[in-house]
Nanobody, 124 residues
Framework: HVQLVESGGGSVQAGESLRISCLAPAYTYDSYCLGWFRQAPGQEREGVATIESGGKTIYGDSVMGRFTISRDNAKNTISLQMNNLKPEDTAMYYC???????????????????WGQGTQVTVS
C-alpha cells in the first residue's frame, strides 16, 4: 500500500498562485508515476499533471503553461505550482501513484492504484 498525503490547499483570488504538495514513500520515486488529479462537484476526475521517475512530465491541456509539477526526492514530496489561477481551477486536488510501465494513459485516473485524501483549492 502506498500512502499519499496532500497539503497546501486554500482559497485565492483569480490570477494568484498556490503551491500544493504530496508526501509519498521514498520508494515510489524510483518506480512509480506520481501525479495530480482534480475533481470539481458534479464533474469527472481530471488529470492535471504527472511526473515519472526519470523526470518526464505530462500536463493536461487546461493547465498547460500555468501549472508545473516537480519533485524533491530528498523530501519525498511532489509539488504542483499553480500560477494564474482561474475560477475553473476550483476543485479537490488529489495526489495519485501507479507503477511505471502500467498500461493506459498517464492522465487517466482509472489507471491509478493509490490516492491521497485530497486538498481543496478554491479560486474566486
Amino acid at each position: 500500500h502506498v500512502q499519499l498525503v496532500e497539503s497546501g490547499g486554500g482559497s485565492v483570488q483569480a490570477g494568484e498562485s498556490l503551491r500544493i504538495s504530496c508526501l509519498a514513500p521514498a520508494y515510489t520515486y524510483d518506480s512509480y508515476c506520481l501525479g495530480w488529479f482534480r475533481q470539481a462537484p458534479g464533474q469527472e476526475r481530471e488529470g492535471v499533471a504527472t511526473i515519472e521517475s526519470g523526470g518526464k512530465t505530462i500536463y493536461g491541456d487546461s493547465v498547460m503553461g500555468r501549472f508545473t509539477i516537480s519533485r524533491d526526492n530528498a523530501k519525498n514530496t511532489i509539488s504542483l505550482q499553480m500560477n494564474n489561477l482561474k475560477p475553473e481551477d476550483t476543485a479537490m486536488y488529489y495526489c495519485a501513484a501507479r507503477p511505471e510501465g502500467a498500461e493506459g494513459w498517464v492522465l487517466d485516473s482509472l489507471k491509478y492504484n493509490y490516492w491521497g485524501q485530497g486538498t481543496q483549492v478554491t479560486v474566486s
